[in-house]
């Protein structure tokens, strides 16, 4: 028989009970309330950020059990553990202790392969899911902040798996740290005060690995749990974003609640990624430090790679001439200095700034929360096929010994058709794909005029034969036809005679001019896609912000799974 209790003045069962008692000593029902009928996204590509965010988890899980063997420390040792290959060699107590954890703790190895795939998986969880928000135009205002954010998760992200890569202190791992020394050293002035700080003296120094540990476990890990919280406050602040379609616009919000739909599919995701992740570890050996051996400053490996991630910045290493210029009796190594140190800082501060450059290139200022298909924003869509190509291209050249060896082809050959690939690849790329772009808006235009094509042939009544076309339903229409291309920013008026003799107003206008002709570059190639005044209307409607101030067309709006946006303050 259930035990019961008399609440406000009516029978409960005791569990009611207790979770009125705690609701109202920490009231988590009214937020729980809210939260099992949020709205969430119902399409596969916003999984990729979960994705992320479930690696993430696996990362910390994982990471935590090995934290409790793994010594990070420099002293040497005689190793007299049970990978016998190794025995009686000098190693330090980093490596030494790797090697426990992979032959002699309990599930050790299958944890430590876990824990580097799961890296593997979280950084590009993190570029595919930047490059989904680039191409959608999901970075736009007012998610201008949380696209800074990503972009510093992805910069986090990648330093804490050059930490964790570097921390067995195999043979591999030293070389990549000796890389990064070499990187360290080529910054004019403050180079080598900088490497002696990180290593604790003259290379290799007995520093380095205990203090990449607590970047590794404590300081990298904190930072991405705090901007990933930051990251997800955001997100449910502002909702997402959603794709073109009947029923979805700027100003309200479509998709599954939280309970059961979008909880079932999310956990979903969760146990997969972890059964994927199991699956790897025990079928697919990676990171093998027992083959490569303990670090010595003497020996270099051959034929090794660094991880995906970090493979672009041995690429431009490799691609980059010897260059030096001696100034003041320094050394500037430009063949490092450059690939390693200014090139990647271009690269992000170009992705931190994009979202500004192309606000700046748009008229008007309003809220954009409908994603746009890439082929309506060809310009935005080449740029971002051409970073991939130029990305590419560096990460082959990162592994060009291996492939010269593999292929039985000259080094140099290899190097330099790189070179001129990494200049011609990316504009050629550019210009495809804003051509295929354009080619697929005009592949929309005639559906929209002649319907789907069947593949029946028909015959007319006068005798002829010709193809027969089936009608678009509203759905499809309204995917094709509701997209946001802004119009070209107009060239400004000429000075008048007051104005022309000041340098100020002279500057201006040039900067004006100059931001008028990128506009027009950004923005004036498209195919026009035929549509009545009524659907003029609506799709007016549809891509207005939430700030519209006209008659709201109702049909529009009342679509189940929908929540209205907040009007701007």
Request: hydrophobic residues 45%; neutral net charge.
């Amino acid at each position: 028989m259930t035990s019961k209790k008399l609440v406000w003045g009516r029978e409960t069962p005791r569990a009611e009970a207790a979770a009125v008692a705690l609701d109202g000593r920490l009231p988590l029902l009214d937020g729980a309330k809210g939260l099992v009928r949020k709205v969430f996204p119902d399409h596969w590509s916003f999984l990729l950020g979960e994705l992320a965010l479930y690696s993430l988890v696996v990362l910390v899980l994982t990471g935590v059990y090995l934290t409790m063997f793994f010594n990070p420390s420099m002293g040497e040792i005689v190793y007299q553990g049970a990978y016998q290959p190794l025995h009686g060699e000098r190693m330090t107590e980093a490596y030494a202790s790797a090697l426990h954890i992979s032959f002699e703790v309990r599930g050790g190895l299958l944890i430590r392969q876990i824990h580097h795939w799961a890296a593997l998986v979280f950084v590009a969880a993190i570029a595919v899911h930047m490059l989904r928000v680039f191409l959608t135009g999901a970075f736009r205002r007012p998610r201008e902040l949380n696209w800074v954010l990503g972009v510093t998760l992805f910069v986090l992200a990648m330093l804490e798996g050059f930490s964790g890569y570097s921390l067995p202190d195999d043979l591999i791992s030293g070389t990549g740290l000796r890389i990064a020394e070499g990187v360290i050293l080529s910054i004019p002035l403050v180079g080598t005060y900088i490497s002696f700080f990180a290593f604790g003296g003259e290379y290799p120094g007995h520093d380095i690995i205990p203090r990449l540990y607590s970047v590794h476990i404590l300081l990298v890990p904190g930072l991405l749990l705090a901007l990933v919280g930051a990251h997800l406050t955001l997100v449910f602040s502002l909702k997402h974003t959603h794709w073109a379609g009947r029923g979805r616009t700027n100003r309200n919000v479509v998709g599954m609640p939280m309970f059961p739909q979008f909880l079932t599919r999310t956990l979903g995701l969760l146990f997969a990624l972890f059964g994927v992740l199991a699956l790897l570890a025990g079928l697919g050996q990676i990171n093998p430090i027992w083959a490569y051996g303990p670090y010595r400053t003497d020996n270099a490996s051959t034929g090794s790679q660094p991880d995906w991630y970090i493979g672009f910045l041995e690429g431009t290493l490799r691609l980059m001439p010897a260059v030096e210029t001696r100034v003041l009796g320094h050394t500037i190594s430009w063949n490092v200095l450059v690939p390693a140190v200014l090139l990647p800082g271009a690269i992000f501060t170009a992705l931190y700034l994009y979202p500004f450059l192309e606000r700046w290139l748009t008229p008007g200022k309003g809220e954009h929360h409908l994603c746009d298909r890439p082929r309506n924003q060809p310009t935005r869509t080449g740029l971002g096929v051409a970073g991939v190509a130029f990305y590419a291209v560096l990460l082959v050249a990162g592994g060009d010994d291996v492939i010269a060896y593999s292929f039985r082809i000259s080094v140099n050959a290899l190097v330099w058709t790189l070179r001129v690939t990494l200049f011609l690849l990316p504009p050629l790329c550019f210009m495809v794909t804003k051509r295929v772009c354009l080619a697929l808006q005009a592949r929309d235009r005639e559906r929209l005029l002649e319907g789907e094509e069947t593949g029946d042939l028909v015959q007319s009544v006068e005798g002829g034969y010709g193809e027969d076309h089936g009608s678009l339903t509203a759905d499809q229409r309204s995917v094709l036809l509701i997209r946001d291309v802004p119009e070209p920013l107009e060239a400004p008026p000429p000075l008048d005679a007051g104005e022309a003799g000041s340098r100020g107003a002279r500057l201006l206008l040039r900067a004006a001019q100059v931001r008028a002709t990128l506009s027009r570059w950004f923005h004036q190639d498209r195919v026009e896609l035929p549509a009545t005044d009524t659907q003029r209307r609506r799709i007016t409607g549809a891509v207005a912000p939430p700030a519209y101030s006209e008659q709201r067309d109702d049909q529009l709006l009342t679509v189940a799974g929908t929540e209205p946006r907040e009007e701007p303050s």
